[in-house]
């Protein structure tokens, strides 16, 4: 069992983020919503709902394309937008927002554009506070301990046409091929799950299951 992890949940707000929520706050457990500013635009209200409920809300570009395929105009344009929407978000809810987090669709950093990915979230004052709190050698190795964007170490993949097993083999695994293992002392895990509407019965039994693998805390405890 890792020392402690934080739920974090990337695409919303979708129509099905309401199931989603009410599991969290079933099992009293407090996200970190990656959204898009499309989302964002559409449920803004759901947002705030979020928001009142105790969870994060933190910006995965406005349109979830790929960082490596795009411009520096458009990075920064698609960063920009998705923050308008979330500062108005935070405002209409009267919430101070203390923490600026970002997340890269589909965790493309950027590849051959990584350096200059990372100084446009270092201009916008994106930080990653997750990262310091993970010890996995490869986490360092790949430059996760000082990076500006929030990554994962634990991906159930309950947004894929996987099988429960399949999903519980994967929380269970000692020796992952990629990433953190739950079953293993020594660091603490961000785990990533999705909100996709067509996943929402993955995602209810993934999060049952993780909850008995590892010690869930919210995103303050975590930060502690």
Known sequence: ??????ITIDDGPSKAWQARANQLDNLGVKAIWFCTGQNLKERPNAAQELIHRGHWIANHSHDHRAFSDISED???HSLQETENHIKTIYEDTSTPRDHKLFRFPYGDRGEHHLERNQRILSDLSFTDLL?????????SEYGHDESQ???WTFDP?????ITRDEIQQRINDADPDQGGSLQTTG???IILLHD?????????YALKELNKATDIVNPE????
Do not use: C
């Open 1 to 6: 069992m890792t020392t402690q992890a934080v």
């Open 74 to 76: 458009q990075a920064r």
């Open 131 to 139: 990262g310091p709190k993970i010890s996995y050698n490869w986490w």
């Open 149 to 151: 964007d929030t990554f």
């Open 157 to 161: 993949k309950e947004y894929r046409d």
């Open 187 to 189: 660091s603490n895990d």
């Open 196 to 204: 996709i509407p067509e996943h929402t019965d993955d995602f209810h």
């Open 221 to 224: 405890t975590f930060l502690q």
